[in-house]
């Protein structure tokens, strides 16, 4: 009983969440002044619930209180990735963690109930309609007729993730020339500092984990940068589909550091207002990712990806 007093509250945990992101997009350094009001109005909430993500924030170690000041960054969020894992969790989002790593191993069908994840995870009832509610936010789960639900299809066999690749094959490049595309200069900052430092890492200790969390915000960036509210939506849906666990399954760690400077270059041309450079360098670059091939790769990448140098 003791255990499951201490979990925080679940909107609290999401708020301390979307802090970390908040910081981390703007390019927030260690030192960095956190205002509760500055907070919450890039939260769109009110200053009582900052304060408590703030003081959970703080009990991680994350921030710190000064009496003279107020709260103040302490984690260097580019080098230190993996802070919101170390951020306590919710029952209904370990137990969405789980359902995910069991469908993803088949070990669940398309269609599961209620009832039959209570039984299988031993779980209250309230608790397993809060962790598909949640999934359900994240569009991986839809209701279905009755007392079931339903997962969407992810790209985790070789056919869905071909459909995958072409999907965004359309819809990705036209995100980039779509009229009015704004690219958010803090998050394409805080990108390129989480990128160069995986980029530079050992093979040893390359963490697929933190690639999978930049390839996602990366990607994520340019849906959210166009200015069709269709496309970002349609982008922002499918693009939550590759955070299930074993979607990056099977890509060696020379792709995934080819990747990331596929990306810097396409940083560099998005940044310098070169949109249509920018629109064929993510063709090329889906198309490479889709055949997840090293020996592809290096037949047609280095050659495109290093003729076209960013301009003084």
Avoid at 2 to 9: D, E, F, L
Avoid at 42 to 54: D, F, G, I, K
Avoid at 129 to 146: F, H, I, S, Y
Avoid at 215 to 220: N, V
Wanted: glycine content about 6%; hydrophobic content about 45%; charged content about 25%.
């Amino acid at each position: 009983m003791q255990a499951a007093a201490r979990r925080p509250r679940t909107n609290h945990l999401d708020l301390a969440q979307r802090i970390l992101d908040v910081a981390r997009q703007r390019g927030f350094e260690p030192g960095a002044h956190l205002p509760e009001q500055q907070i919450a109005s890039l939260c769109n909430v009110s200053r009582t619930p900052v304060r408590a993500a703030l003081r959970l924030l703080t009990e991680q170690g994350v921030v710190r209180w000064e009496a003279a000041t107020g709260y103040r960054l302490v984690a260097d969020l580019t080098a230190q990735a993996a802070v919101a894992a170390e951020l306590p969790v919710t029952a209904e989002d370990e137990l969405a963690e789980a359902i995910l790593r069991d469908r993803s191993a088949r070990r669940l069908d398309q269609t599961v109930t209620v009832v039959g994840l209570m039984r299988r995870y031993e779980a209250e009832r309230k608790t397993v309609l809060k962790a598909l509610q949640r999934l359900t936010e994240e569009n991986l789960v839809d209701r279905a007729p009755g007392q079931s639900w339903l997962f969407r299809r992810a790209p985790d066999d070789p056919e869905a993730q071909g459909e995958s690749y072409e999907f965004r094959l359309l819809l990705e490049p036209a995100a980039i020339l779509t009229p009015g595309f704004r690219l958010d200069g803090a998050r394409a900052a805080a990108l390129r500092l989480g990128m160069e430092a995986l980029a530079t890492l050992p093979d040893a200790a390359f963490d697929t984990r933190e690639f999978q969390r930049l390839d996602i915000e990366f990607h994520g960036m340019i849906a959210d940068g166009s200015a069709n509210r269709f496309v970002a939506d349609a982008l922002s849906d499918h693009l939550r589909l590759r955070r299930l666990p074993g979607t990056y399954a099977g890509v060696n760690v020379f792709r995934l550091k080819q990747s990331l400077r596929e990306h810097l270059t396409m940083l560099d041309h998005l940044e310098s207002r070169q949109y249509e450079v920018a629109a064929d360098l993510l063709r090329v670059h889906l198309r490479l990712s889709r055949s997840q091939r090293p020996q592809a790769a290096s037949r047609g990448a280095p050659a495109l990806f290093g003729m076209i140098s960013r301009p003084d």
